[in-house]
């Protein structure tokens, strides 16, 4: 499939953005996590911005059902531990750039818009 909505790019954009800052926050953790981990996710994150790239939509409700199922856990995570808020920047930064990702995901493309504008006209 060829990405026609300009809006799928920068998802994608954003979404290796926040790969590279997970490796990034990978190599400033001490103790460093789990090699394997790490790179699963590493993996899983450029393929799903692939798959965006390529236009296909079930990624956006894949992406957003993630969403929904770990959000409250990272609130519950964030107000009940005793976590230093500096430590986990990078993983509040990547979670901020996949947010933004998910929305420009949702947001239509423009011919959607101009074919919209054009039948209220």
């Known amino acids: 499939m060829k990405p ?3 809006n799928l790019i920068i998802a994608s954009n954003i979404y290796r953005a926040s790969a590279f ?3 990034v926050a990978y190599f400033l953790a001490n103790p460093r996590p789990g090699v394997f981990a790490e790179l699963a996710i590493l993996v899983l994150t450029i393929l799903i911005a692939r798959l965006i790239r390529q236009g296909y ?3 956006r409700w894949f992406l957003l059902g ?3 199922l770990f959000l409250p856990l990272y609130i519950y ?3 009940h531990s005793n976590i230093n808020v500096v430590s986990e920047l990078p993983s509040m930064v990547v979670s901020i750039l996949q947010l933004v990702s998910l929305v420009y995901l ?3 493309s423009e011919e959607t818009e101009q074919e919209t504008l ?3 006209s």
Request: a negative charge; charged letters at 25%; proline letters at 5%.
């Open 106 to 108: 949702f947001l239509p």
């Open 118 to 120: 054009s039948e209220l």
């Open 21 to 23: 800052v997970s490796l």
């Open 57 to 59: 939509k079930w990624t």
């Open 77 to 79: 995570e964030l107000i």
């Open 4 to 6: 026609d909505n300009r």
């Open 66 to 68: 993630l969403w929904v």
